[in-house]
């Protein structure tokens, strides 16, 4: 289709789990760049099966639904300043859209907001799914028709 876009993503299409305070999050921007951008940015490296990747000073093996990029790899992409990219990312980690882990030579990054995704005719479920939290007992949410809240 003509007005179709590419993403470069692995995967048909995806489950998860995102709160509306992670898209609003998502939806803010830096230099004209809005951190839904860097996200997809990350999720664009995301595996969807065990694949063996070289990083640093070695190789570091990454389980289908993790991804292996530095916050300097993309600041460097978004021509952003790597600390303010950091924050970025961090944040990213605190609205459990990602977990971060880090060693001296590779950032490897864990899709946790997302349950599964379609490839290749199949659904495919991730093992690193970090299920939504449940609303805090001073939630403003109120129970309406088609809506059930956790207890």
């Known amino acids: 289709m003509a007005n179709e876009k590419t993403t470069n993503i692995d995967f048909l299409n995806c489950n998860g789990s995102i709160t509306a305070e992670a898209f609003a999050f ?23 099966v065990k694949t063996t990747v070289k990083s640093g000073w070695g190789e570091v093996t990454l389980e289908p639904g993790q991804a292996a990029i530095s916050n300097e790899m993309l600041a460097a992409r978004f021509k952003l300043n790597p600390k303010t ?29 997302m349950s599964g995704w379609y490839k290749d005719g199949r659904y495919q479920r991730n093992e690193l799914y970090l299920h939504a939290k449940k609303p805090q007992a ?4 109120q129970n309406t028709a088609g809506t059930q809240n956790m207890p």
């Open 26 to 48: 998502l939806g803010k921007k830096t230099k004209g760049l809005t951190y839904y951008d860097i996200f997809l940015a990350i999720l664009q490296t995301m595996v969807t």
């Open 138 to 141: 001073t939630s403003a949410v």
């Open 85 to 113: 990219m950091k924050g970025i990312v961090n944040q990213m980690a605190d609205l459990d859209l990602i977990r971060i882990h880090r060693s001296t030579t590779t950032t490897v990054i864990d899709m946790v907001f």
